[in-house]
């Protein structure tokens, strides 16, 4: 069975130094993130105290005054007076004052000293926990984005540390776990993918967040199975299964597990209703040999033998004319071969997802290498130009439909000439398409006007039989 998210790993662009050493436990995208207009908790949360009541007047100047000297000030002066009443006013069972203090934090970027702050204020008011946890998803969003986007140009100690840091101040969703048990198994770390997987599937399962628990949940009893470990990867894909019953491709991995482990009249059972798992050298069914084969690519290309893996992801693109990861995959390939064909396989993804910022810009680089120069300048700007950039995170289609999620950032849109293009709200219709490429079903995703950096979550549904592939365009 195969690990379903590994393409996360395969990136565009040439591969850079790791640039971990520049992710500090201050980080610039969270204090950018923070609101630029003061809101006062929702829940019964009172100063109780001048100096508390004062230190929340100065997180309200800090963020709403326009001065970068009056704003740092604003905050100093006021982590000085909340410190003092924790210190030497006895204000340090005051839910408020850490609250605060925290803020502060967050406004500054200060990652480490917010979750400290906030986890005492949500331990001395519980009741307070909707306005905290608010709080630190704010400040998780631009750590989740910045992350995957490093994993797009392979800086995998990036990416990590900014998981992590996701992880220390929002542990309501699995994304920072899933995405970094990802990297982990494509890094041949399989006791941190196992546990980033584990911590991922408890925090779907507590939540509900079903699409990222599936995912971790179906990767963990992969990356068992790959080891070896089949007694412990059974219970895994038996909850798994409890999900997402018609799951074949699992169905026949737990029936290998099952035998593995001497259990064959259940493994039996298994193979009596879907068939036995494929041998080692082939495939059972198309979708297997796909997934079988892509992997290979996305292999070949991980060792940078770049024209094999084109190669390979053009026998996929012969047969799946929709299979996005495949034609990703390629345009990957022709990017490392410095190949002309990247424009038409950059084209041919932008037909797909075309307001995507770095297929975009992939599309002007090949039409250049095309020497296509003006209609490379026209792709150019339709990248500049677009007000979101939407980035596609997971399609997982089941037997009886497909589900879409991803996230949609706001940009500083600007003309050919410069000049910006004011946010607007955006209208996609989301098609789902079976392997010919028919549509089977659509949704409409409303965006709002989303300010540069600011980001929203999006997901589309259809239900049907057959879902094999997806695209989506502008209303």
């Known amino acids: 069975m195969n690990i379903r998210i590994v393409l996360a790993s395969l990136l565009t662009g040439s591969m850079a130094a790791s640039l971990a050493a520049q992710e500090p436990l201050v980080n610039e995208r969270v204090a950018k993130a923070m609101p630029t207009k003061y809101a006062p908790p929702k829940c019964d949360l009172k100063p109780k105290h001048f100096k508390v009541s004062s230190g929340a007047t100065y997180l309200k100047t800090g963020i709403e005054t326009e001065i970068p000297e009056n704003r740092a000030r604003a905050l100093s002066s006021g982590e000085k007076v909340l410190l003092e009443a924790i210190q030497q006013n006895g204000q340090d069972k005051n839910p408020a004052a850490w609250y605060y203090l925290g803020r502060i934090y967050l406004q500054r970027g200060d990652i480490v000293g917010a979750d400290t702050a906030l986890s005492k204020a949500e331990a001395l008011f519980p009741a307070c926990k909707a306005d905290f946890s608010q709080t630190r998803y704010i400040a998780w969003v631009p750590l989740i984005n910045a992350g995957v986007e490093f994993t797009k140009t392979q800086n995998n100690d990036s990416a990590l540390a900014l998981f992590r840091q996701a992880n220390t101040i929002y542990r309501e969703k699995p994304s920072g776990y899933l995405n970094g048990g990802v990297i982990f198994a494509n890094t041949g770390q399989t006791d941190s993918a196992i546990a980033y997987w584990k911590k991922a599937s408890e925090i779907g399962e507590q939540t509900n967040t079903v699409e990222d628990r599936n995912a971790a949940t179906r990767n963990l009893g992969a990356v068992y199975q790959r080891v070896g470990r089949h007694q412990d ?243």
């Open 233 to 475: 990867a059974i219970p895994v894909l038996e909850k798994y299964l409890t999900w997402v019953p018609n799951d074949v491709e699992v169905k026949r991995a737990l029936a290998g597990s099952y035998r593995a482990t001497g259990q064959n009249d259940k493994a039996a059972a298994i193979e009596k209703e879907v068939g036995a798992a494929p041998a080692a050298a082939g495939a059972s069914s198309p979708a297997a040999a796909s997934a079988g084969a892509l992997n290979a690519a996305i292999e070949l290309y991980n060792q940078k033998k770049y024209q094999e893996a084109a190669t390979a992801f053009e026998k996929i693109v012969e047969t799946e004319p929709y299979n996005r990861d495949a034609l990703y995959g390629l345009a990957n390939a022709y990017i490392g071969l410095k190949s002309p064909k990247l424009a038409d396989a950059a084209g041919r993804l932008v037909a797909i997802e075309p307001m995507n910022e770095e297929i975009l810009r992939m599309q002007a680089n090949g039409l250049r290498l095309a020497k296509k120069e003006t209609q490379a300048n026209k792709a150019a700007v339709r990248a500049l130009s677009i007000p979101v950039t939407i980035s596609i995170t997971q399609f997982a289609p089941t037997a009886a439909g497909a589900t879409i999620s991803g996230t949609a950032t706001g940009r500083d849109a600007q003309t050919a000439q410069g000049k910006a293009i004011p946010a607007a709200p955006v209208t996609l219709i989301f098609e789902f398409l079976d392997p010919k490429g028919s549509v089977v079903g659509n949704q409409e995703v409303q965006i709002p006007a989303l300010k540069a950096g600011q980001s929203q979550p999006i997901e589309a549904k259809a239900e049907g039989a057959g879902i094999a592939a997806w695209r989506y365009k502008r209303k």
